[in-house]
């Protein structure tokens, strides 16, 4: 069975870009499409991105976020990451990495991103 | 977007009990709905997909329904173990779009 474990800082300034990875184990990410999702302080939960190596639509991002946004893969390391920049206080949450498209079915345990000066 | 109303945002029952929590979407998404079972410091875990499709393993106390938009979740004989937080997610449309969460507790 896959599992994923999400990395990176846990607090960021206003204004700068917060950058996450997650690291697969069990399977290769090859083939595969792979998400962000966050969750705020509400519960309230919003799908961020895809990113994959199939087909010419390796990418897609919730146009919420477009602009500000980027995901990538690394095929070497068996992970991927997001960026999101110019973050500000609303971007505060769990940032979870998920297996699939637009129905992820499984999930990391999530990390906390706090944006605060 | 399609938005997904959820409700009840949170409801009260005891072990035993029937309970059923109701997504409505703003236009057609066909069966295209997951439904997640989450628990405190956890992630989402799906429970069932295609609007009422059991993912392997999970209990078939748990059931699902769709009539037109709206969608419906269903719990038979509820368990310990079910007192959790309960979100339905479309993916018909993108970008996929969740309902607010029901959160069961014990009563």
């Known amino acids: 069975q896959v599992q994923l474990q999400e990395s990176g800082p846990g607090l960021v300034k206003p204004s700068e870009t917060l950058s996450l990875t997650c690291r697969v184990s069990?399977?290769?990410?090859?083939?595969?499409?792979w998400s962000w999702i966050r969750q705020f302080p509400g519960k309230r939960l919003e799908w961020m991105g895809y990113?994959?190596?199939?087909?010419?639509?390796?990418?897609n991002y919730n146009p919420s976020l477009r602009g500000r946004i980027s995901m990538s893969l690394d095929t070497s390391k068996n992970q991927f990451s997001l960026n999101l920049a110019s973050v500000t206080t609303a971007d505060t949450a769990v940032y979870f990495c998920?297996?699939?498209?637009?129905?992820?079915?499984?999930w990391g345990p999530g990390t906390l991103v706090t944006v605060s000066s | 977007d399609v938005h997904m109303t959820q409700s009840p945002s949170s409801l009260s029952a005891s072990v035993g009990d029937t309970i059923t929590i109701t997504c409505q979407a703003s236009?057609?998404?066909?069966?295209?709905l997951n439904w997640f079972q989450q628990k405190p410091g956890k992630p989402p875990k799906l429970l069932m997909y295609?609007?009422?499709i059991l993912e392997t393993g999970v209990p078939s106390r748990f059931s699902g329904r769709v009539a037109g938009t709206v969608f419906t979740f269903t719990i038979n004989g509820l368990q310990p173990e079910d007192f959790a937080t309960y979100f339905c997610?479309?993916?018909?449309?993108?970008?996929?779009?969740f309902g607010g969460g029901t959160r069961v507790e014990v009563k």
């Open positions: 295609g609007a009422s």
């Open positions: 236009q057609d998404i066909v069966n295209s």
């Open positions: 997610q479309q993916y018909d449309n993108l970008p996929p779009t």
């Open positions: 998920a297996r699939g498209k637009a129905s992820p079915y499984e």
């Open positions: 990113v994959s190596d199939i087909g010419p639509g390796r990418s």
């Open positions: 069990g399977d290769s990410i090859k083939s595969f499409y």
